[in-house]
């Protein structure tokens, strides 16, 4: 089961709801440094796998590796300890904050974020908080949010919010990232913007992704597999142009395609 | 004219007091979104800790201390299992706990009983002039009011006061970026009922006789008026409203002595204050001042 070329791996994970079977035994396992995609029609399960593996649901059964470690039973806050960083669909940006703040929040191992910390080593902390501070913006200079540094993150469009939401995620030095439609709400230039820079930061971070994407195209183009889920279940898998071939695929997702 | 003095000085302390209170309030539920109705339940305890300890002869500075860390474990004890509670539930837990922690009081004789705790040592020397002592009293309180004061603005600047900001807009992105929101939620409980103590503490020496019908439910709201007086979010504002408050307070207590009025005069205060609240739960639910700002940063 964990194999170490594996980062993530699921074993008959199941979530439901009421009835409703909203994850049904999925067993996928993503490679180390892989760029994976996850497809699927509205209301497959996409979203709830990423809530179930990022710890924000719990799972009725089944297991979750990262790492070589069972995470399943971990709150949220040790998953991302742990190096597994998700985005939210809808942004769930602080609203009232700065874009900036916003990025500086998600930063690990901040001294002044305790309570001892930030009432006794203030030096310390506002020193690191220099640091940061440029370390953000040079992500937010990268997903051209430079300029909305200052504004308040509940000003900015939908397209931006979502790239701040990346933005956020790429602030904590995450091992493997978990995008929920980085790309939705996004012009087409900053979509490959994106997808490009996804691939630049495997390549020089060794960062682990996995994306679900609507814009088949685009997931096609950069990812090295792509899973497609229906009504809870993994139903295919494998590179793009082979899935574009696949019948059942053909059938419930892609149409004429 | 005298009288006036003393009346001007006398309010000022309690302006400290409850700035103290609202600040702690704001703390909680202005920066953090935490629903504390049972305020007064810290404020009792922090005012009972010290009065029974400098009663029994040890020194102000212990029952202090005391006061303060009694409470603030208090904060921390009842933080523990009301914290995983939903927002609303955590206000009736709250609420409920400060009648608690009255009863016991109340029907514990060794602990006062209905009576209460009367003779405490008070920190002016007996026997000087009354303006003097409250003199030294308003000294005292603005110094202790200018520390929480200190440690509030030094933490809402700060990387905690981000995350509890965070907390208070959406817990679970929060918890998303390696929080864990419970710690933060039960810290600054904790933190802002040992606030709350030391007010207590404070008050018992300065008023010398503290029982327990002096702490009914209604004093957690009047701290949450002041609140919604001097703005959500807003730690200058928390001595505003308490300011604000205050004056219209005792301004009713003296106006009913100069107006005739169709009406029972002592319900003044109270129709004035209602009318007040409505006034700006309508025109300025923010309060006065808006949320402050965090610091910018250096270098942006």
């Given amino acids: 089961m964990c194999d170490l070329t594996q980062i993530l791996a699921t074993d008959n994970l199941t979530k439901s709801f009421g009835g409703l079977i909203a994850v049904d035994n999925v067993s996928i396992q993503i490679e180390e440094r892989s760029i994976s995609g996850l497809i699927g029609p509205n209301g497959s399960g996409k979203t709830t796998l990423f809530n179930v593996i990022s710890g924000a649901l719990k799972a009725d059964s089944g297991k979750v590796f990262f790492m070589g470690k069972r995470i399943d039973n971990l709150p949220c806050h040790l998953i991302y300890k742990a190096g597994l960083v998700r985005t939210f669909q809808v942004p769930r940006l602080f609203q009232k904050m700065t874009v900036l703040d916003n990025m500086l929040i998600a930063a690990r191992g901040l001294i002044g974020d305790s309570l001892i910390g930030t009432l006794f080593r203030g030096k310390a902390w506002k020193k690191q908080e220099e640091e940061l501070v440029k370390k953000a913006l040079e992500i937010l200079e990268m997903l051209d949010l430079y300029h909305q540094r200052k504004n308040l993150a509940g000003n900015l469009s939908g397209g931006q919010m979502k790239l701040l939401e990346l933005g956020r995620a790429l602030m904590s030095d995450p091992k493997m990232l978990l995008l929920d439609e980085p790309a939705a ?53 494998g590179k793009g142009h082979e899935l574009v071939e696949n019948p059942k695929v053909i059938d419930v997702y892609l149409g004429e395609y | 004219m005298v009288n006036i003095v003393n009346f001007i000085l006398d309010m000022l302390i309690y302006v400290g007091i409850f700035g103290i209170l609202s600040l702690s309030l704001n703390l909680e539920y202005g920066f953090t979104g935490l629903w504390n109705f049972g305020k007064v339940a810290f404020y009792m305890i922090g005012a009972y800790t010290s009065g029974i300890l400098t009663t029994l002869g040890y020194p102000i500075y212990v029952g202090f201390a005391a006061g303060v860390v009694i409470s603030g474990l208090a904060g921390l004890l009842i933080s523990l299992p009301a914290l995983r509670l939903r927002e609303d539930y955590l206000g009736i837990l709250t609420l409920v706990f400060g ?34 002592a409250l003199t030294i009293q308003l000294a005292a309180i603005t110094t202790i009011a200018a520390i929480c004061y200190f440690i509030a603005n030094r933490i809402i600047h700060s990387p905690y006061g981000r995350v509890i900001r965070g907390i208070r807009e959406d817990e679970l992105a929060t918890a998303s970026l390696g929080k864990n929101t419970f710690r933060y939620k039960a810290s600054i409980f904790s933190l802002s009922s040992a606030m709350a103590g030391v007010a207590g503490a404070f008050m018992g020496q300065y008023v010398t006789s503290i029982a327990p019908d002096q702490f009914m439910p209604f004093l957690s709201f009047t701290v949450w008026m002041m609140v919604m007086l001097g703005g959500f979010a807003n730690i200058e504002g928390a001595f505003l409203g308490a300011l604000i408050y205050i004056t219209f307070e005792r301004g009713a207590r003296i106006a009913k002595d100069y107006l005739l009025l169709p009406i029972d005069p002592n319900n003044l205060m109270f129709i004035l204050t209602g009318l007040l609240i409505l006034i700006f739960v309508f025109f300025r639910p923010q309060g006065l001042l808006r949320e402050n700002k965090v610091r910018e940063h250096k270098g942006v």
């Fill in chain 1, 185 to 237: 709400g996004v012009s087409p230039v900053v979509v490959d913007k994106i997808f490009e820079k996804i691939v630049e930061l495997r390549k020089n971070l060794g960062l682990t992704f996995f994306i679900i994407e609507h814009r088949i195209e685009t997931l096609f183009n950069y990812t090295d597999k792509v899973i497609v889920m229906y009504k809870g279940q993994v139903i295919a898998e």
């Fill in chain 2, 99 to 132: 009648e608690i922690i009255r009863l016991i009081l109340k029907n514990e004789y060794w602990l006062g009983g209905p009576l209460g705790i009367r003779g405490i040592p008070s920190i002016t020397p007996s026997g000087i002039e009354y303006t003097t």
